[in-house]
């Protein structure tokens, strides 16, 4: 139980560090396109984490392997493809469509995790999701109308996020977290650094006047070692301890972050509808934290026969 409560105040600290470099990383790519701002961004946090792990964890590079190297390449190209989609997705619809899309993937990863584990789906997991979707819903609705081709975009997007997850919950607890981490951070950086090359203007991404102005500089720093190196090796590290299925309901709460964040630092400001969505949201992360089965009603929906060694409740 203390493994669970340390696991989820980590991961929300993660969702807190995403939310509030949102408004950083937002002013950088007006600078650096978003493929070679990522490029630097995860190639930084790569070379931090590599150092980290000769000079303390030596010992985990013995471990490497062909089975985890896939697995770090697998959890980084679902990384990317996540961005990739979203940024692609973004240039074609709304910012506040592509906020509620995003964040539906709270609603894949237990799907996922119902249909590739057999986990059974607590009852207040259940409507902890529901909250949280009806809270991106209600955060974001003034701009949800007719459907688009960006829409499609980022829906594939969410789809990666919420694989993404799932698959961390299925690998972190195989192999050493700092490795795993530094593999998929990598693969990131290798794949924006290819897209950068393909289809932006790549030099900026070795442009020191565009590197070293303020708001780029200061965005990569940050992002790099908090929102990058330190938030995937704390999701890696720590998603053992959880389900796919909290971290899902853990990390809808980044909207919450941006918007507070943005509404202290930016001046932005918040409609009645996306507070009372912000608090929805935040409902549904604490309702899904408490204890509670699903009734017998609608057990032969939501719980699958599981497979052998699936025990936990999403």
């Known amino acids: 139980m203390k493994h669970s409560l340390a696991a989820d105040f980590s991961l929300l600290m993660v969702a807190l560090v995403w939310g509030a470099t949102f408004v950083l990383v937002q002013n950088a790519i007006a600078f650096l396109e978003p493929f070679s701002f990522n490029f630097v961004r995860f190639a930084l946090a790569a070379v931090l984490l590599f150092l980290w792990l000769f000079l303390f964890e030596r010992t985990q590079l013995t471990k490497a392997s062909v089975p985890l190297l896939k697995s770090g390449f697998i959890l980084g190209l679902l990384l990317f493809i996540g961005y990739a989609f979203q940024t692609m997705g973004l240039e074609l619809t709304s910012s506040s469509k592509t906020g509620f899309i995003t964040g539906m993937s709270v609603v894949m990863v237990p799907l996922f995790s119902i249909v590739y584990f057999r986990q059974r789906l607590g009852f207040n997991a259940l ?6 979707a009806a809270g991106l819903y209600f955060m974001t609705m003034t701009d949800i109308n007719s459907l688009n081709l960006g829409d499609g975009l980022v829906f594939i997007c969410a789809i990666a996020f919420a694989l993404h997850i799932v698959m961390t919950g299925k690998f972190s607890s195989q192999y050493p977290a700092l490795l795993l981490t530094t593999v998929q951070i990598s693969t990131v950086a290798v794949l924006s650094g290819i897209s950068s090359f393909l289809f932006e203007g790549w030099e900026n991404a070795f442009n020191p ?7 780029v500089l200061s965005a990569l720093l940050i992002t790099s070692i908090l929102a ?5 090796l704390i999701q890696t590290n720590f ?7 909290r971290v899902a309901l853990i990390f809808a709460m980044e909207p919450v972050f941006a918007a507070v964040t943005g509404y202290l630092w ?3 400001r918040l409609s009645y509808s996306a507070i009372f969505g912000c608090c929805m949201i935040f409902a549904g992360m604490i309702l899904a934290e408490m204890p509670g089965e699903l009734p017998k009603g609608f057990r032969k929906i939501f719980i699958l026969p599981e497979k052998k060694g699936a025990d936990r409740e999403a």
């Open 209 to 215: 006047k565009v590197l070293l102005s303020g708001s």
């Open 239 to 245: 998603q053992k301890h959880t389900t796919a299925t």
């Open 266 to 268: 930016a001046g932005d």
């Open 127 to 132: 409507a902890g999701v529901i909250a949280a």
């Open 228 to 232: 990058t190196a330190a938030a995937f």
